[in-house]
């Protein structure tokens, strides 16, 4: 783990795995991701930075959309909770509010939010334990985050409200 860890090109080898067909290899490259993310204090970029380069070379889109396809493509419970706990590794980890809030909309990009849905539906204690951190830790982000703008909530659909907030910020 050290060595992965002070490799600058570890963590991109190993996501390059992602596509394996060997879905127990992938499931230990994506638990071992998630572990580098949440030990190594610079863990979250290097995670955050194999996962575009694999986004890259497998068609574009946002860094979520290879582990996306990943929940899609198996009906593995493991290697589901696997992709799980590294989507929560990765939007978790950072202080900054905004970076977990732009993280977890980078997941959304990339169609987590409809596998949700998909995969309460599992039978999985473990699965349905990341999906519910998944879920706390963005309403405690929302109440963070109303927190930070005094709890404004405006009519989206009113242009002078719209202005009005526009103009205080």
């Not at 404004?152 to 202005?163: K, L, N």
Request: hydrophobic share 45%; aromatic share 4%.
């Amino acid at each position: 783990l050290n060595e992965v860890m002070e490799s600058p090109t570890a963590m991109r080898m190993f996501a390059r795995t992602l596509g394996s067909t060997n879905r127990k290899t992938v499931t230990h490259v994506l638990e071992l991701m998630a572990a580098v993310c949440l030990v190594q204090p610079n863990g979250l970029q290097l995670a955050l930075d194999a996962m575009a380069s694999v986004a890259v070379t497998r068609g574009g889109g946002v860094r979520f959309n290879p582990l996306v396809r990943l929940l899609k493509a198996s009906d593995k419970l493991t290697l589901q909770v696997a992709v799980v706990q590294l989507i929560n590794a990765m939007v978790t980890s950072p202080e900054e509010l905004d970076m977990r809030v732009h993280l977890r909309n980078e997941c959304y990009a990339a169609g987590f939010h409809d596998m949700i849905r998909i995969l309460r539906q599992a039978d999985s204690d473990d699965l349905r334990i990341q999906l519910d951190v998944f879920e706390e830790e963005m309403t405690d982000d929302w109440a963070e985050l109303l927190h930070r703008f005094h709890e404004v909530q405006i009519d989206m659909q009113d242009p002078a409200e719209c202005f009005s907030l526009a103009h205080m910020l």
